[in-house]
């Protein structure tokens, strides 16, 4: 488009009182050529808006620069369709971060400077449109499966549902009964699954189309045209797809592994889902496995398997609301008992009540300790052995039957089940953490997984009981739902759920290197068989990853590539060497740069020698950025990013991770300038860490200063 830029400078929330904006009207009119230069007190309000609107209108204005408040504020008030907008935090980064007002007035002029470079330099954004496909994949018919399809189904959407099992329920057509779901967790303690309800509406409903003994083969495409391969009993069809839901479920852990228990050497020790089975054949009555004798002296064992480093390291979650459950049905037998072994009863939220309910029962003993084995009693029955009990010494009780609350692992763990055809793998990229369940960046948001267009809900994403799998079920379903809508109009997902953009290659200047292919955090690029890469926007989470990857630096967006921010930083003023030094700090927009936002909010000041820079992810960092803007003399560069780790994680997934990583090579650079490594250094910062700013920002200019200034000075 051809451009007519305006820039407008906001002299409310005391920007006018601080700053020369005379001074800086000549520069952007002079210097940066800037045909249209206006200021007014409130850019905000409906005078200043019509304003704009009217130069819009009237002098065809099409790119604007707003120099005031923050981007994070007011976004909807300065929307203009059709038009390039650029937002300069002038209010925050140079008003109200720095103390001194002639040090203000400097840092307005680089802001501003760079907001109108970043104006000229960007172009319109616009979608990748293809034609896609809205119908939603889910993958697994349990209680998680069937809630997500009819969420979809009830708001309209077409529905495809496999199911590996020849009938559609997963582990809850298993149950005998479940618990309540409402206050007030009286009598009765146990009700009915109504499984068959739900799988009545799912099979009848027009919407869905059920496989059953069926798995999905592979999938292949993007979000809005996956092409998935479903085998039905030996034969194979190809369905397009908008979006997927992995609802797979869980398995038992295997209670083989738990020798020291008794199962499989005794035929009386159970796991859980066989107790219910042994429930559920009985129609409430507990019969011995052994001998089909009622059982009268039923022992259970939580935590069979959980909460143990050489087994499952996490808490299964439902484990001990259904111990409790199954007392019930032990306790449906007058002479009856239940014993309960546990390490500690969780039962979160609104279940401590059950578990408040199954303690006036006489029948049943609660009872805290350590099983540390289960063995021969001698006469038909089993001796329980426990240490570690309030009392402080080891016990030995007596039971008929022992059921094992072994813990729950993903579906997923030796099976991907969705089985993609991309470069990084058929299944789910996941953390040592989640020990095999899906890796959602749980942290910043539920649901998501690092494929785009595949949501993970139920206990293939974490361990949940019935009635919490239903809830997850219904985020995931809305999920895939914004997704499907959003590839159709060539909008981003989730972070940046606006964003018109997508990666523009030049691939006439490709190497081949498989750095972008190796770094995207999403799976975004592919090989073609010469081993090229090729991109699939709709994969594509718009972080620019690829971008700071690419040595030749042919990957770019249309407002936002290597040219761009490159020129920024060296449009912002270097002190001679007598001076302060000058430093540059890159954030990432989404928790480094809102923390600045907070900062300023709460009256911090920091060092007048920094310069804040916003990017989309430090993913994004091209190491051509540090060896242009220090040889101009930039005393230090400074990446402020999100927290990642095991128990963290950006926004991007690998963003601030991958930065960190390409830093350990920038000494290659450094020492080509003859330059000290420590003058590029990188922190980590939560978005609600705010007050922690000044202290980095500190130590960094003080280890600069010691350091001494940038010897590119004046050149």
Not at 350 to 364: I, L
Not at 625 to 648: P, Q
Not at 680 to 695: S, Y
């Amino acid at each position: 488009m051809e451009k007519k830029l305006a820039l407008y400078i906001c002299t409310g929330c005391g920007i006018g009182d601080a700053i020369n904006v005379e001074k800086i009207s000549n520069i952007a009119k002079n210097a940066q050529k800037v045909p249209v230069v206006k200021n007014h007190f409130a850019l905000c309000g409906s005078e200043g808006l019509e304003t704009i609107k009217a130069d819009i209108a009237n002098e065809g204005v099409n790119t604007i620069v707003i120099a005031g408040c923050s981007p994070r504020v007011k976004f909807e008030e300065f929307s203009f369709p059709g038009c390039i907008v650029e937002r300069v935090p002038v209010r925050e980064l140079a008003i109200q971060l720095i103390e001194k007002q002639e040090d203000q007035q400097i840092a307005a002029e680089d802001y501003i400077k760079m907001g109108v470079i970043k104006a000229q330099k960007g172009d319109m954004p616009e979608p990748f449109i293809m034609e896609t496909v809205k119908t939603i994949l889910v993958i697994g018919g349990g209680i998680a499966g069937m809630t997500s399809a009819l969420q979809c189904a009830d708001m309209g959407y077409e529905v495809v549902l496999v199911e590996k099992e020849a009938e559609l329920g997963g582990f809850v057509n298993k149950l005998y009964k479940k618990i309540p779901t409402s206050l007030p967790y009286k009598e009765p303690l146990i009700v009915d699954t109504d499984i068959q309800a739900t799988i009545k509406a799912v099979e009848s409903n027009p919407k869905i189309k059920v496989y059953k003994s069926s798995k999905v083969e592979k999938t292949e495409g993007q979000p809005g045209a996956f092409d998935v391969t479903i085998s039905t009993e030996g034969k194979e069809e190809v369905v397009k797809i908008g979006a997927i839901i992995l609802a797979a479920g869980w398995k038992p852990y295997d209670a083989t592994k738990l020798e020291h228990l008794g199962y499989g050497k005794f035929k009386d020790v159970v796991t859980g889902i066989e107790f219910e089975e042994i429930a559920k054949k009985g129609k409430g009555k507990i019969l011995r496995p052994s001998d089909g004798k009622a059982a009268k002296k039923v022992a259970f064992v939580l935590c069979a398997g959980s909460r143990d480093p050489n087994h499952l390291p996490y808490c299964s979650a439902m484990c001990c609301a259904s111990a409790l459950k199954q007392t019930k049905y032990v306790r449906q037998d007058d002479d009856a008992c239940a014993m309960v072994f546990y390490k500690d009863i969780r039962t979160p939220a609104r279940t401590e009540y059950y578990y408040k309910e199954a303690q006036n029962d006489a029948g049943v003993m609660l009872a805290k300790a350590d099983v540390i084995g289960v063995s021969d009693a001698g006469n038909g029955n089993m001796f329980v052995e426990m240490e570690n009990s309030l009392l402080g010494e080891r016990v030995k009780v007596e039971a008929d039957l022992v059921v094992l609350a072994t813990g729950i692992v993903p579906a997923t763990l030796d099976d991907p089940i969705i089985n993609l055809q991309y470069r990084q793998g058929p299944g789910l990229p996941d953390l040592e953490l989640y020990n095999g369940f899906a890796d959602s960046n749980f942290i910043c948001f539920q649901y998501e997984t690092r494929r785009t267009g595949v949501y993970a809900a139920g206990c293939v994403r974490q361990p949940m009981n019935m009635a919490e799998a239903q809830e997850d079920a219904s985020g995931a379903a809305l999920k895939a739902i914004q997704c499907a809508e959003h590839v159709a109009q060539g909008i981003a997902v989730h972070p940046r759920a606006w964003d018109k953009t997508y990666p523009d290659p030049f691939m006439q200047k490709c190497t081949s290197c498989k750095r972008c292919t190796e770094e995207c955090p999403f799976g975004a690029i592919d090989e073609d068989e010469k081993g090229t890469p090729y991109f699939k926007p709709n994969r594509c989470r718009r972080c620019a990853t690829c971008m700071g990857a690419c040595p030749e630096r042919i990957i770019s967006f249309k407002d936002y590539h290597v040219d761009m921010i490159g020129t920024m930083l060296k449009s912002v003023s270097v002190p001679s060497e007598d001076d302060d030094p000058r430093l540059i700090v890159l954030v990432c927009e989404n928790d480094a740069y809102p923390a600045l936002d907070a900062a300023a909010k709460s009256g911090i000041k920091i060092d007048k020698a920094v310069r804040f820079v916003q990017l989309r992810c430090l993913g994004s960092t091209n190491l051509v950025w540090i060896a242009d803007a220090l040889s101009k003399g930039i005393d230090g560069m400074l990446l402020m990013g999100c927290k990642y780790g095991e128990n963290y994680q950006c926004h991007f997934a690998k963003g601030s991770e991958l930065a960190n990583y390409r830093l350990g090579k920038v000494q290659e650079t450094l020492s080509r300038l003859q330059l000290e490594s420590e003058r590029v250094q990188m922190v980590q910062l939560a978005i609600d860490e705010f007050e922690k700013v000044p202290q980095m920002i500190n130590d960094f200019v003080e280890r600069v200063k010691e350091i001494g200034p940038n010897p590119f000075k004046g050149f």
